[in-house]
């Protein structure tokens, strides 16, 4: 019987870990259980809706994975921007070619939410972003395979940090010493 008491709330405890369903509450309590969800390497789905026009982005994310696809990237074509953990990919729908770029990671100290400092217009976007009238959010955790962060195989990715290694730097200004004659004090 003993054993049977601590089976049940390990049991209990390692499903909640896993549950899959919609993320409940306002917006603003989905972000926050987003982003602790993010923090613990979690999966989920979310959809943020403009309601003004309906349109719409999608991001999907794994631990430190995330894909975000845009309604409206430019051309009235989807956008569609993959963070695999190594590099960056970016494209529109349709297209056959893209540009990636590596993550470079550096070891950064967080700085406390508390110490932020954000200008009004931040403020502002954040104040309306969490105005139900005019977005909508529906997330839900589910398992989402490894395969949703790939680049699609079709698309030519031209990486970026090779562009920039292509271009010649700027070369450096010959210095010219203007000789100065003694004989006249420097006229």
């Given amino acids: 019987m003993n054993k049977l008491i601590l089976v049940i709330p390990a ?9 899959t369903g919609p993320i409940t509450g306002t917006t603003t309590q989905k972000t926050e259980k987003l982003a602790q969800i993010i923090a613990r390497g979690g999966q989920a ?5 403009v309601l003004a026009n309906n349109s719409s982005t999608q991001i999907i994310v ?7 696809i845009g309604s409206d990237f430019g051309e009235k074509k989807k956008g569609t921007m993959i963070n695999d953990g190594s590099y960056n990919y970016v494209w529109s729908e349709g297209e056959k070619t893209g540009f990636k770029t590596k993550i470079v990671t550096d070891t950064i100290t967080p700085t406390p939410i508390s110490e932020v400092k954000q200008p009004e217009d931040v403020s ?7 105005d139900e ?9 589910r398992t989402i395979p490894d395969s949703e962060f790939a680049p699609p195989v079709e698309v030519k990715f031209t990486d970026f940090s090779e562009v920039m290694k292509a271009i010649p730097s700027t070369p450096s200004v010959p210095t010219f010493k203007i000789p100065t004659n003694p004989d006249t004090n420097g006229e």
């Fill in 62 to 68: 794994f631990g430190k994975k995330m894909k975000i």
């Fill in 133 to 141: 009238t005019k977005y909508k959010m529906d997330c839900a955790t």
């Fill in 124 to 130: 502002q976007t954040i104040a309306g972003f969490d």
């Fill in 11 to 19: 049991a209990l405890l390692f499903s909640a870990c896993n549950q």
């Fill in 45 to 49: 789905d979310c959809k943020v809706t």
